[in-house]
């Protein structure tokens, strides 16, 4: 692994230990040449997958863009970043053993949204205002409307 800070490629793992449930390894590592301190962690992945946007574009899957995008709807909610974590695996496992390896964004954002839906009803509205772009008051009354129904 190269250190970020020196960029020297033979750093050394100090710790590791399972992490994010036993689905990630979590190492400190440190680097014998400017004694820097960092953290890594390595993951399953069962295969690339890739995005297809709905202007055409095919982008990488990025876990951490999904992260940012679910740690937006949970701002201020009560959800620990360890569930979090647990979130986002889930998805992205679900992502990785139920698609092919091209994904569309709207299949993502609809697993999203039945996810959070479980976990915390503010967080799905507020990630829905986005993912569906309400524009108007009367858009967030239709959704509340169609949430009321379910």
Not at 2 to 22: H, I, L, N, Y
Not at 69 to 93: F, G, M, T
């Amino acid at each position: 692994m190269r250190c970020p800070f020196c960029g020297r490629d033979d750093t050394q793992v100090k710790d590791s230990r399972p992490a994010e449930d036993g689905a990630a390894i979590r190492r400190r590592r440190s680097c014998p040449g400017c004694n820097a301190r960092f953290t890594t962690f390595e993951r399953v992945q069962l295969r690339e997958l890739t995005v297809l946007k709905t202007d055409g574009r095919r982008v990488p899957f990025d876990r951490e863009k999904l992260a940012r995008s679910i740690r937006v709807a949970l701002r201020k909610r009560p959800v620990e970043e360890d569930q979090l974590d647990r979130i986002v695996n889930q998805i992205q496992r679900k992502l990785e053993a139920e698609t092919e390896n091209e994904v569309t964004s709207r299949q993502i954002g609809e697993i999203v949204m039945d996810t959070l839906k479980d976990v915390d009803e503010v967080a799905y509205v507020r990630f829905a205002s986005v993912y569906r772009n309400f524009n108007e008051a009367k858009d967030f009354g239709a959704f509340l409307g169609s949430l009321k129904k379910d």
